[in-house]
């Protein structure tokens, strides 16, 4: 129903910066919520940052929280600055029209297939 649309991985050295996008195939994302979830190889997926509908209120894991930034114009975007290793993984949107700002995955019904980051050392 919904096609969402990762863009934006690659290889990057320990201390740089990536920017990862997230398209849907509908004509916009709103009112969806929007979040950003990562799986390192061997590990469950984990919640790395959420925007709401309105793009008023945003959320962010410990881990991540004042190096990545998470913000709405045509498409969403996850600006992650300062990488270090551990942030190495596959990454993925995920959008539902019936949450806020949740971290939970089982609240977002549509999933994108994934971005790859590698923060070499």
């Known amino acids: 129903q919904v096609q969402l649309v990762e863009s934006g991985g690659g290889l990057v050295q320990e201390g740089g910066s990536l920017r990862l996008s997230c398209a849907t195939s509908?004509?916009?994302?709103?009112?969806?919520?929007v979040g950003w979830f990562r799986q390192a190889p061997g590990k469950q997926r984990e919640f790395v940052a959420a925007?709401?509908?309105?793009?008023r209120n945003s959320a962010y894991a410990d881990s991540v929280r004042g190096r990545f930034t998470i913000s709405r114009h045509n498409m969403v975007h996850l600006a992650m600055n300062s990488l270090k290793p551990e942030d190495t993984a596959v990454y993925f949107c995920?959008?539902?029209?019936?949450?806020?700002?949740?971290?939970?995955?089982?609240?977002?019904?549509?999933w994108g297939q994934g971005t790859k980051v590698t923060v070499s050392s």
């Open positions: 509908g004509r916009t994302f709103s009112p969806y919520a």
């Open positions: 925007i709401s509908g309105s793009g």
């Open positions: 995920a959008a539902d029209i019936g949450v806020g700002v949740s971290d939970r995955e089982s609240d977002y019904d549509y």
